[in-house]
């Protein structure tokens, strides 16, 4: 079976209602991402209980401050044993260079991804925070600094994959949130793509949240994503 690039996004409120969900998919069949409320209210723990369960996790906590301070919390992921962790391009070379150094250190190393602007920036905040750029100038400015710091992707809305996947090359991964399964609900999503698209875009692994974790059989959910993935040639 090839690799599973769904990762599911666990957005919930307590440790029990993620493992609940976590025990309603199979591990071999897509990753799990934990971000900062679910880790502030369970942490470590739960972390650790959905890996023996056998899922992949990818912990979104995005690091961002002096290149020490992250380096060590990379270095605490990493021994955590997670699959992927992300910190923000934005915090500079050194804090990058470090963080992908920690990584590297580590005995089984995961994946270090950046994030490059937060899509809930537009031009208008960039500028008030003294950025002369646009958004998507930001993004690729920060992508290619992220490469060349050693980090292994970045995190990016699927509609800049196109652009960044020919910028950047092959092998470097593309993390795209934002995506909804042709039919489904948009929720609070803007600028939203099929998983068809993203991944035709040059996405390596989709971000889905709500459409599979508020599906009556989130399984189901998941796998007719990767039906629609697995056909994206047709
Ligand atoms: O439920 P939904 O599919 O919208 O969840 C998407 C996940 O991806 C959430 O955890 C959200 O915080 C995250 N995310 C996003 N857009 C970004 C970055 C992260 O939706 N630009």
Not at 77 to 101: D, I, K, P, T, Y
Not at 107 to 126: I, K, M, Q
Not at 172 to 178: A, C, E, I, K, Y
Request: charged content about 25%.
């Amino acid at each position: 079976m090839s690799e599973p690039r769904v990762i599911v996004a666990l957005d919930f409120d307590s440790g029990e209602a993620a493992a609940g969900l976590a025990d309603r998919l199979k591990p071999g069949s897509c990753r799990l991402k934990v971000g900062k409320e679910l880790f502030t209210r369970a942490g470590p723990t739960l972390v650790e209980a959905l890996q023996a369960r056998g899922f992949d996790v990818f912990l979104d906590l995005k690091f961002h401050d002096i290149p020490n301070t992250v380096a060590a919390a990379c270095r605490a992921a990493a021994r955590l044993g997670v699959w992927m962790l992300n910190v923000h391009a934005s915090g500079g070379r050194r804090m990058l260079e470090q963080a992908a150094e920690a990584v590297r250190g580590a005995a089984s190393p995961p994946l270090l991804v950046g994030v490059t602007v937060l899509t809930s920036l537009d031009d208008g905040d960039l500028r008030e925070l003294g950025y002369a750029e646009t958004a998507p100038e930001l993004v690729r400015r920060l992508s290619a600094l992220a490469q060349a710091c050693g980090l292994d992707g970045v995190v990016c809305s699927a509609r800049e994959a196109a652009l960044l996947r020919a910028e950047r090359g092959e092998g470097f991964r593309l993390v795209t949130p934002g995506i909804r399964p042709a039919g489904s609900a948009g929720d609070d999503q803007r600028r939203i793509m099929t998983p068809r698209q993203a991944v035709a875009a040059g996405a390596d692994y989709l971000v889905i949240g709500r459409p599979i974790t508020r599906a009556e059989d989130p399984q189901v959910a998941l796998e007719s994503v990767a039906r629609e993935i697995a056909h994206r040639g047709s």
